[in-house]
Structures are given as C-alpha cells and as structure tokens.
C-alpha cells in the first residue's frame, strides 16, 4: 500500500510550516518532510515543534554529509526520537552538487563520506548501552572507543534513510539505506531512479520489502482553480529545474539546455524574469491539474516501484486546502 508524505519547502514562514505539519496528521498523511534547502529556514527547530504537537506522523530529518558531521547527526536524530515518541528518521544525502559549491564546497567523495557516515551513526546509535564504542577506521572517519552516546536513545535502531542524485549515490541508497529518498522529478523518470536503487539492493542482504523508496515530486493542486494551481509551480521549476539531471529531463522531452537562460536570469537575481522563462512544457515536472489527473500520474508512480510519495513544492493557492485535498480524494484513492 503507497505511503503518503507532505512536504513543505524553505522558503514558507516557519510558523506556517509548523501549522501544515500538523495538519498533515489530521490529513492522514503517513509522514511529514520538511525541506532542508542551503541557505533556506532551517528546519531542525520546525521538526521538533511538530514532534511536540503530533502523535503518529513520521518525521525526517535531513542532514548533508558535508554539513554536518556524524556525531551531530547521531545526537540530532536520537534527540528527536525522544522528543516524538520513535517517529524520528534521519536523511543524509543532498539533492545536488551545486549547491555546496556557493560555500565553496567540492563533492568530490560524497559516496564513501555518506556509506561511511552511515555506518558509524547506526553503531553510535547502539553504543549507549555498552559505553564503548565499535572502533571505526575508514578513508575519511576514524573513530575509537570513547565515540559513544552518553544517553540511552529511545531506540537503537532508527532508520537511515539516503537523499540522493546521480546513478552511482542511487545504487548506494539501495544498498546501505532503510529508505531512499531520490527526486521524481518529472514523475516519469521514477522507474530510472528505482532501478539504481534495485541495483544497489541486490548487493546487499535485503528484500525490497525491507527499503522505503520515496518518490520525491512537485505537486500544486486546486479543485476550484487548477490553472492557477499549475502556474503557482513555475516559481519552483525555474530555481530548482536548472540542478535536474539531463537524464531524468530527457523522460518528457526536456534537456538542461532549455535551463541556461533560466539559471542565468536567477543568477543575476531576476527570479521574476526567471519564471517569465518557464514554459507550459516544463509543466510536466510536476503533478499538477484535475483530481484524476493527479491520481494518474501518482499511480505511475506506484507502478514504477515507489512505496511512498511525497508531495510538496507549492501544493496549491491554499496550502492548508491542498492538503485537505489530498487527504479527501487522492490518498483513498490508493487504499
């Protein structure tokens, strides 16, 4: 059965973040993301709201290999599973290169940096209980045995999930991670990105049932108003749509080159020129139109081998209706 996640990005006020993540609850939505975006609100005191004023939804929370070491990303996450009652997850990984480079950042080792984060958070995570650590040595973290947790966490096994991009980090979430979570955007290039992941599981000892792929797409959705909704995407697809990989553009017909002069009208600060840019083709990103429109396209989703999708970008004019929409006519819908 297709799981559900809302997902709200940086740049609403963190106050409306707050409300929408706990109206995702009472929307029967199965987890509740919350982009962690360079440069945007930071989301780690958001989350920790949330988790005071939920009782069930599933909260993710994001951390870069590069941003944040694995010490913090072990106590980060242990402390939320505190504070929401075990509906922590963590996510390490990032959506793309480029924007390390604004802090002049080169990601030249991301893979063995996020396998090796990965294996020292899981044993941090265990350590509490023998007060020893599980000496680790690899190319970029040496760890010994006084790297343990000096608290006992709620649980000793909180899943890891990967945030990935490229074929290469895709094949490494299917091995290493508990959940992947790879942008779906278009919503056709879905089945490229699940059969790197199948790739990546088939070096490992587990099951496909035992991952948590998450289909990470753009939607903006309105029963009263649906070409206002589509246009309400054209902001998000003219800053985020020049990082997508060729590949995945290549699903509906697009190509980075139909990107320059949007990424260059975003570099000189004309974001409104930038969105002038967007054509109706671009459209095709995201999941936008009627009720049924959207379930088609959600579905193709699910056909492809996603077992859970998260919806966000802008949602629609009304963020909280949006919501209050997907929960009433497209989430029964897969149940």
Known sequence: ???????????????????CGILSEECGFDFCWFAHDTFMRSTWPIISIVASRTNRVKLPIFTSPYGVSPDEAATLVATLDEIS??????????????????VGTEAGDELA?????????RRCLRSSRTKSFEEFNGKLYHWGTEAYLRFKPPRESIPIYISPHGRDYLILSGEIGDGTYPMVTPPESASLAVSS??????????????????GF???SISKEDPKKAA??????IAYFGPYLSERDLN????????????KRENFRG??????????????QLGITGTISDCVERIAKLEKAGVTQVSLGGPLGPSVSTALKTIGRDIIPAFK
């Open 251 to 262: 699903t509906v017909g697009l190509s980075l080159s139909d990107f320059v002069k949007i």
């Open 270 to 283: 004309r974001s409104e020129r930038a969105v002038e840019l967007v054509t109706d083709e671009m459209l």
């Open 1 to 19: 059965m297709l799981k559900f996640g809302s997902r709200f990005l940086g740049w609403y006020p963190a106050n409306e973040q707050i409300k």
């Open 85 to 102: 009652g075990e509906r922590a997850v963590l996510c390490i990984g990032g959506h793309t290169d480029e924007m390390l480079k604004w």
């Open 231 to 236: 246009e309400l995407l054209k902001p998000v």
């Open 217 to 219: 797409a753009w939607i």
């Open 197 to 214: 992941i199948m790739e990546g599981l088939a070096h490992s000892s587990r099951k496909k049932e035992d991952i948590d792929i998450v």
């Open 113 to 121: 940096r996020t396998r090796e984060a990965v294996e020292v958070v």
